[in-house]
Every structure is written in C-alpha cells, then in structure tokens.
C-alpha cells in the first residue's frame, strides 16, 4: 500500500484530514473560448473562497482524431449527443497562450491555478510555467505513460477514478508512486454528465482510504452541493466542482456547473461539516454546560413543615436542574422532610 495519509502542502496551503477541504473550481470549457471571461471566472471563483482554480491543457488533434463518424462521434443521447469528438474538444479545449494569464490571476488572489494534462506535450508545457501540482482526468488514469511523465515532475498528483475497478486504481497509483510521486489523491468520480446522487456512492470514500492508503477525495458532477457536503462526512479531504459564471451563457460543461452563489455556498457548507465532525465525545462539551442548568429536577412545590410526606402534590419534576436527579423521584415519595420548606426550593439529601 502507498502510503500517502500525511498532510500535502500545496504552496501555502495543506491537504489532510486534520484540514477543511480543499475546494476545486474546475474551468473545463466554460471559458466559452473567451479569455476575458476565463480571468472572470478565477475572480469569481475566488471571491466565493476557493482553494484552488483548474483548467485543462489539451489540443483536439492530441485528443483524438478529425472523422465525423462511426466511434468518432457520440451517439449517447446525452449532453454532447451527435457531436464528434473533434468538434468537442475543439470547443472545450483551453488555448495554451491563455495558461500564462489565467495562472497569473490566480496568483493575484492568493489561490493556486493548475490543469490537467491529457497529452505528454502538455506536461512539458505545464512544467514550463511551474505548475504547483498537476490532476490527471478519470479517462486518462489508464494512460500510463501520462501518468509516469507526471509523476517523474515530483509534484503532487490528484488523480480522478471515474468508471476505474478497485484493481485499476491499484495498479494507477503504484505506477504512479514507482515513478516518482510521493503525494497522490484520489477522487472519487461519477464519469456521467451531469451525474445523479443516486450514481454518486461517497460512502466508497472511506473504502477507497482504507484500500489504497493515499487522501480521497470527490469530483461532484451532480447538480448542487448535496453529495460534496455528504462526502466530507466520509473524509473527503479535496472536492472538485465545475463552475461557471452563469448556466444560461451555455457552454460544453455549463449545465452541471455551480454559479458562484452556489459555489460560494459549497465553500462554507463543506467547511461547516468539516467542523461538525469533530471526535467521538459523549458528555456536555464547554459550550453546553450553561444548557445543564435547564434539565429538569425534583423540587418542592408546596411549602412543608418538619415532618411532612413528600407527596405527588408537592414534589414534581421541573425545570431548572439544581435539585435531585429525576430519577430519584420514586425513592424520594413517602420520606419525610427534616426540615420547613419554602416551595421552589430544589431538592437535596439533607432535607430527608
């Protein structure tokens, strides 16, 4: 098993379970084959409070092939139904020249600008402006030669298992540790656009951990922020969203992207679960101990003279809490009082 548990510094920032999760706002093709919008999406993004913006570094002939037939084009009634690949990612594609500019905003607003590469070219190019990681998409986990070119970088890789068998993410992330990379996560992934809840399974995240000893994370191509929040609860210590300025401006990947009052809301509710989990504690933790004071109590309800019967009349359970435990209150029926009582006084040992 690799063993990739310890925290992943990432510039200024560190990856871990001991940490909030590190929120990824995937750009894909939402650019819209616009820089200008391209450098507003990282503004956004980073107004919403991300960790981390990622793009993808790619060329259409790197990809595949220009035919407009057969498996060359989808035909799976889906969202990119009738579409050849060509013409896809000639779409979706990011133009390199745009990598420079959109790396530089991403360093103005104090969050990291990354990519994932999809051919060997791209890495050499990635190398060249000093990427700080790099995320391997789930259809390219099986290229081993991408994977071994990243991994000789030394950097940490993020490694997408969308449609992978446990024994293929065995094999992915021990080529990847043998060729050179220490600090590996996975995410869990749904390769279906968009993906349901139903489809999403992030209870396999902790399995995932156990199995394969590195971080896991999510790559959440479902609408909303439900199955990302969920995820944290199963140790997800990365979460990856698409993210756009607006659904309705169209796009490749626009339909299954978060807006940035959703994004924004994902940052805040994935931090806040984080939090919630806390430790196994049983017990008032410090901030109830004020609360204890309202449990209820037995207490005297009538005033009573030495001697007098307690009596289902004069000694109820009530709040607040400073008299005698409520389960008490059958032991404490029929015994005298030793003492006058004024009603309203909690009850004690002393005053049997």
């Known amino acids: 098993m690799i063993e990739s548990m310890k925290n992943i510094k990432i510039a200024d920032k560190l990856i871990g379970v001991d940490h909030k999760p590190f929120i990824i706002a995937e750009m894909s093709a939402n650019h819209n084959q616009s820089l200008e919008r ?3 999406i990282v503004d956004e993004a980073a107004k919403c409070g991300v ?8 060329t259409p002939d790197g990809l595949t092939l220009n035919i407009n037939e057969g498996e060359f084009v989808v035909n799976d009634g889906g969202l990119w139904n009738k579409n050849s690949l060509y013409e896809l990612y000639t779409k979706a594609h990011t133009p390199w020249e ?11 607003h104090g969050i990291i600008g990354f990519s994932s590469p999809f051919e060997l070219e791209a890495v050499d190019f990635l190398e ?27 950097k940490p890789m993020i490694i997408s298992t969308g449609m992978a068998t446990a024994a293929e993410i065995d094999e992915t992330v021990h080529i990847a540790h043998d ?16 993906a349901t809840p139903k489809d999403s399974n992030v209870i396999t995240i902790s399995h995932m951990r156990e199995m394969t000893q590195c ?14 929040v ?14 756009t300025l607006k659904r309705a401006d169209g796009g490749v990947d626009s339909a299954f992207s978060l807006e940035p009052n959703e994004l924004k809301s994902l940052v805040i509710e994935t931090e806040r679960a984080f939090h919630a989990l806390g430790k196994v504690t049983y017990g008032s933790v410090k901030s109830e101990q004020k609360s204890k004071l309202f449990r209820r109590s037995l207490y005297i309800v009538q005033d009573m003279k030495v001697g007098d019967v307690l ?4 000694l109820r359970i009530i709040r607040p809490g400073f008299g005698l435990y409520p389960k008490y209150y059958d032991v404490l029926l029929g015994k005298k009082v030793s003492k006058n009582i004024k009603c309203g006084t909690p009850t004690n040992w002393d005053m049997i």
């Open 230 to 243: 969920a995820a944290v609860a199963f140790g997800a210590t990365v979460i990856e969203k698409h993210f």
């Open 38 to 40: 391209a450098l507003k």
């Open 311 to 314: 009596t289902k009349e004069n």
């Open 51 to 58: 960790d981390a913006v990622k793009i993808q570094t790619a």
């Open 128 to 154: 060249s402006l000093d990427v700080p990681l790099y995320k391997i998409a789930s259809f390219e986990m099986v290229d081993f030669h991408l994977i071994r070119k990243v991994a000789a970088t030394g």
């Open 215 to 228: 971080q896991v994370g999510l790559s959440d191509h479902t609408m909303g922020i439900g199955a990302a």
């Open 98 to 108: 745009w990598h420079e500019p959109i790396f530089k905003r991403c360093q103005e």
């Open 179 to 194: 060729a050179g990379c220490k600090n590996i996560i996975l995410l869990k992934c749904t390769s279906t656009y968009p």
